[in-house]
């Protein structure tokens, strides 16, 4: 997995009773992108160090729209 600042965490919810998450990222903390991140959570806005699992997708800012 690869991200950059400003690309959208999504956290798919594991189960029916997990709500998809999604956040901005706002760090990167290596310089080829990989993990961890850190997200700011939207809904609560706070923020996380997070190392996605295989439940989770980056979306590129460029297209953070759709």
Known sequence: ??????DRLIVEG???HES??????TEVRH???S???LVR???DDHESLVF???DAHVVSG?????
Do not use: C, L, Q
């Not at 460029?62 to 759709?66: K, S, V």
């Open 1 to 6: 997995m690869k991200a950059a600042m400003g």
């Open 14 to 16: 594991s189960s029916d």
């Open 20 to 25: 998809r998450r999604v956040g901005v990222i």
């Open 31 to 33: 310089p080829d992108g």
């Open 35 to 37: 993990p961890p991140y």
């Open 41 to 43: 959570w939207s809904g």
């Open 52 to 54: 996605p699992g295989p």
């Open 62 to 66: 460029r297209r953070a729209d759709g």
